[in-house]
């Protein structure tokens, strides 16, 4: 007559082995997505370097931009008076490397306009420099309530086209250090890694 073994298993023991199973399995996850974040933020970050310091600035005569910028430049901002002209060229080959122009411009007495604009004319981008007292108030606060009562030494009111975006930019002065922080016109800030790339590129 055959015998039978039988192995009698704990529930206690049970539980705590699918517990175990369910924290490794959590903390291999968890260190997954930290490995994919850390990854993804050394290539943003690499990709945003190199992008914004391979671009080259060159002042240039009005004689040696193309005519359809100059007429774009006269058509959007008739009342503007240009004081300088650049190109922007990458200084490494890369994919739509295309040089850009811009216009540095007086418009109602005021100085600190700049427009951007490809080769065939199409405007880019137009930012505005704007002083620290004129930085909404609750953009201010912001920044002295997050950065340890720190001063905004100025700003800029940036307008990207297409799709049309406006985000201010605030250069501030925390604890020695120069930091740029990037919000809508309603006064929320803007994550760094949310950008537009033409933030980086060419402005």
């Known amino acids: 007559m055959d015998t039978i073994t039988t192995f009698t298993v704990n529930p206690l023991t049970t539980r705590y082995l699918i517990l175990l199973i369910i924290v490794i399995s ?45 007429n774009a430049q006269r058509n959007k901002f008739n009342d503007g008076f240009v004081t300088k002209w650049n190109v922007h060229k990458e200084s490494d080959k ?7 122009y811009m216009a540095t411009f007086k418009k109602k007495g005021r100085y600190g306009n700049y427009a951007y604009y490809t080769e065939e004319g199409a ?20 920044c002295f309530r997050n950065y340890n009562n720190a001063k ?11 799709p049309q975006r406006f985000i201010y930019r605030v250069r501030l002065n925390a604890d ?4 740029y922080l990037y919000f809508d016109t309603n006064g929320n800030p803007i994550d760094k890694f949310k950008l537009p790339r033409e933030i980086f590129l060419f402005i």
């Open 26 to 70: 959590l903390k291999i996850s968890v260190m997954k997505n930290i490995l994919y974040i850390a990854v993804s933020l050394f290539f943003f970050t690499q990709i945003t370097f190199a992008q914004y310091s391979s671009i080259g600035r060159e002042d240039i005569k009005t004689s040696e931009v193309p005519e359809l910028v100059t």
């Open 94 to 100: 890369v994919e739509n490397d295309a040089p850009y």
């Open 123 to 142: 405007l880019l981008a137009y930012s505005l420099f704007v002083d620290s007292f004129e930085v909404p108030a609750n953009i201010r606060e912001y």
């Open 152 to 162: 905004i030494k100025a700003a800029e009111l940036i307008d990207l086209e297409n």
């Open 176 to 179: 020695g250090q120069l930091t």
